[in-house]
């Protein structure tokens, strides 16, 4: 059994070169393979499932690449291949309509599966950095079921525009913070493990590709950091039957 995991594409039209390397992924890689997780920020931005009824009225092209990325998973899906989809700081609005076009589930954020025998804890990683109080109460607000409801009912139009300023503020804030405070608190990633009775996570968000140990309740441990896709170069974790997890990079065409 073949486990493969993967984050942080933020597949957008303005970046071809990584929707095309993703799709030669899927089907030079990832075809035949028994599980896909894929941790959050799997689109840049996601303003809503409606935007799948735009189509080619669409003029960013979001629509276009929605649709296509649905087609391409659905395929994968229809092959025997397992796909589970979790929210990311970019794509939380990501629902049930896109997961049911992809052939893909929802995954709750965090969750606890099991991979190669043992128990893993899966999270896209931005709820680890608490260091960043901006960002968490921000993201308090944007997963709030209320929130959600109101910016759903806004115009598509003004969505597509709110996403834009969401992106452009977060550019801006970002340049202004410290390098550790947008990476994660270690005392929060212990205190996450020791919750979920696990001593491996695995998680993106951070753009900090590596295998950190660490001891979780006196017991050694390992977290493994996803890393973001970029033209040329994408990150994945294997997971094969009774195995450990394996981070490794490699090229795009």
């Known amino acids: 059994m073949t486990t493969l995991l993967i984050s942080d594409l933020h597949l957008h039209p303005g970046a ?88 893909a589930s929802l995954l709750q954020d965090p969750s606890v599966v099991t991979l190669g025998g043992k128990r893993v804890l899966l999270m896209h990683g931005d709820s680890l950095c608490t260091r960043d109080e901006a960002y968490q109460a921000f993201r308090a607000q944007a997963r709030h079921p209320l929130w959600q409801e109101q910016v759903l009912a806004m115009p598509i139009q003004e969505r597509i525009a709110l996403a834009r300023q969401l992106r452009e503020q977060s550019g801006e804030a970002n340049s202004n913070k ?41 017991r050694p441990g390992k977290r493994y950091v996803l890393g973001d896709w970029q033209p040329g170069k994408g990150w994945e974790i294997v997971v094969e039957a009774g195995g450990e997890p394996r981070l490794q990079a490699f090229p795009l065409p």
């Open 178 to 218: 410290a390098e550790d405070i947008m990476d994660v608190t270690p005392d929060e990633v212990g205190k996450a493990m020791t919750e979920h009775g696990v001593t491996t996570l695995i998680h993106g968000h951070t753009h900090r590709p590596a295998v950190h140990d660490l001891e979780v309740d006196g």
């Open 16 to 103: 071809p070169q990584v929707t095309e390397g993703f799709l030669h992924w899927l089907d030079e890689r990832a075809r035949g393979c028994d599980v896909l997780y894929i941790l959050g920020d799997f689109f840049e931005a996601w303003i809503g499932d409606d935007l799948l009824d735009l189509g080619e009225q669409d003029p960013t092209g979001n629509a276009a690449l929605a649709a296509r990325i649905a087609a391409a998973l659905r395929r994968l899906a229809d092959g025997g291949t397992a796909i589970y989809l979790m929210h990311g700081n970019r794509d939380f609005l990501l629902g049930e309509r896109f997961a049911n076009e992809a052939g």
